[in-house]
T-cell receptor, first 113, second 112 residues
């Protein structure tokens, strides 16, 4: 069965500092991995995905994520955080080309001025 | 393009009532899905469809029905609402050649 773990309920970081939001996954076969962001009272917005190829994936708003197969991780990173990055972030995984996308429980990112 | 639209935005039901949550997309996407979002549990897949006339169950399908008669529309039916179905419901769609899902703005449902 597929599963995703986001071990931190909340991550606090000062503006201008680098940020990392952690995600580990469990899936048989090759994973398709995703990060989505949710702003208050809004639907989810796509940030980036890993399907195949380069382990470092770049996405929207300056975010990137690194796929690590041996550690089954897909951590979200940004070199310099902005206050406007404060939101709820979800990691998700699917197996092969299916629409059974399994989400983590979410990590709230708070960036302080 | 309007993207993915959902109606209503808010709904209050009494236990045992039925209703349909509407979802429509104007991007000609083959894949459509329904999720529910509950505090501390992330999003859970209820039902999904890979094209008109084809639907399948997700993680938490009990208490919900779906049908897909057109590419554009994917309604979610609650036949007999229960308090455990109080949640925020999101519809999403994507094309077969792109794994990025587009989400609607959500419907906040309260069952008393």
């Amino acid at each position: 069965a597929q599963s995703v773990a986001q071990p931190e309920d909340q991550v606090n970081v000062a503006e201008g500092n680098p940020l990392t939001v952690k995600c580990t996954y469990s899936v048989s076969g090759n994973p398709y991995l995703f990060w989505y962001v949710q702003y208050p009272n809004r639907g989810l917005q796509f940030l980036l995905k890993y399907i195949t190829g380069d382990n470092l994936v770049k996405g929207s708003y300056g975010f990137e994520a690194e796929f690590n197969k041996s550690q089954t991780s897909f951590h979200l990173k940004k070199p310099s955080a902005l206050v406007s990055d404060s939101a709820l972030y979800f990691c998700a995984v699917s197996r092969y080309n299916t629409d059974k996308l399994i989400f983590g429980t979410g990590t709230r990112l708070q960036v302080f001025p | 393009n309007a993207g993915v639209t959902q109606t209503p935005k808010f709904q209050v039901l009494k236990t045992g009532q039925s209703m349909t949550l509407q979802c429509a997309q104007d991007m000609n996407h083959e894949y459509m899905s329904w999720y529910r979002q509950d505090p501390g549990m992330g999003l859970r897949l209820i039902h999904y469809s890979v094209g008109a006339g084809i639907t399948d169950q997700g993680e938490v399908p009990n208490g919900y029905n779906v049908s897909r008669s057109t590419t554009e529309d994917f309604p979610l039916r609650l036949l007999s609402a229960a308090p455990s179905q109080t949640s925020v419901y999101f519809c999403a769609s994507r094309s077969s050649g792109n794994y990025e899902q587009y989400f609607g703005p959500g419907t906040r449902l309260t069952v008393t």
